[in-house]
């Protein structure tokens, strides 16, 4: 394991681009804009948020350094005793053309003027709107969500491209979603709630999907709700009709999955430590190999905080360490972590 970038702000999703650079999301430093009056905010005590139109980023790693692409994009925050940020959630190729994910936005967020969206980064430097993902969310409600901790705007967290078009991962309302980057066209793949009765105080049925991939089908992890009881969450293996099933159990708050070119699937546990996600879970991210018999191995720990994973061309493992509960300092890293 070694530091491959540091100077990050709450990093999440990481790709390599085609040009051979790793480009990192990361959800930025937050905000001091409230909305409260504007629109309706998400309640405590996660809410009500607080955002900015500019604190955010995507980043290219050169020799280390995170050098921003394109103008900065929205952040926001929860409110305190701890916040915890969001902005832009991951990043996803189609060819040359880079796509972000961005989930720090919207008026429940602290940032009225911009939504909840795909966007494209322009080579100019500007971004265009693709999919306007509030909107979606507004008009198309999941049929089961969480009264008790409801995201208007969501919390959108993975995207990867599949054949042309874009799917992202919402884990509070819980679904999967297609966007066409060509048409903007938003469709819904998974409601995920719909398998599960009405959360109840944060009934452990709860899923919450957060990472995605694709492997000939798409598998996608969940965080589960809080506190954490290790060893509940599960990967999900989910045809491209909507309909899943249990691949994988025994996991612990998953945040990243990757597959090897030699079937085995790579899972990024960010906390293992029974109860909140609080300072005593520095440390406990694992990454754990799922081989194709479904025989689990433990092959790195100690990650602090991790938010997600890829696998790089030289195939070694990339990982934004540090991502969440960060103060803005730039403490955020990306770690490269060699396994056999």
């Known amino acids: 394991m070694s530091v491959f970038a540091t100077g990050l702000n709450n990093p999440r999703g990481l790709k390599f681009g085609p040009d051979g650079f ?169 409601d995920v709630s719909a398998s599960y009765p009405p959360p109840t105080n944060k009934n452990r049925a709860w899923v919450g999907p957060t990472a995605l991939a694709y492997h000939g089908n798409f598998f996608f992890g969940n965080l589960g709700p809080f506190p954490i009881e290790p060893g509940t969450q599960q990967v999900r293996k989910l045809t491209p009709s909507g309909q899943f099933k249990t691949w994988a159990t025994g996991l612990t708050t998953v945040l990243g999955l990757a597959f090897d070119d030699r079937d085995r699937l790579y899972v990024l546990e960010s906390m293992t430590n029974p109860g909140l996600p609080d300072p005593s879970q520095a440390g406990s991210g694992k990454i754990v190999r799922i081989d194709p018999s479904g025989a689990q191995t433990v092959v790195a720990s100690g990650l602090s905080f991790p938010t997600a994973m890829t696998i790089g061309p030289d195939g070694a493992l990339y990982v934004s360490n540090i991502g969440l509960g960060a103060p803005p300092l730039g403490l955020g890293q990306v770690l490269r972590i060699t396994v056999p």
């Open 22 to 190: 790793l480009y990192v999301a990361e959800g930025g430093i937050g905000g001091s804009n409230s909305t409260i009056g504007q629109c309706v905010q998400v309640v405590p005590p996660v809410g009500p948020y607080t955002g900015s139109d500019t604190n955010a980023r995507v980043s290219r790693i050169v020799n280390g350094i995170p050098v921003p692409v394109g103008d900065p994009l929205p952040s926001s925050q929860t409110a305190p005793p701890p916040s915890f940020v969001s902005g832009v959630g991951d990043i996803a190729f189609i060819g040359d053309t880079l796509y972000a994910l961005l989930a720090g936005a919207g008026c429940s967020h602290g940032v009225p003027t911009v939504p909840n969206e795909v966007i494209r980064l322009n080579d100019d430097g500007s971004w265009t709107q693709i999919a306007d993902l509030s909107a979606f969310l507004a008009a198309n409600p999941v049929q089961n969500p969480d009264p008790d901790d409801f995201e208007p705007d969501g919390t959108w967290y993975s995207m990867i491209e599949v054949r042309g078009d874009l799917y992202a991962v919402e884990p509070n309302h819980q679904e999967i979603d297609r966007i066409s980057p060509t048409t903007g066209e938003v469709s819904r793949v998974v």
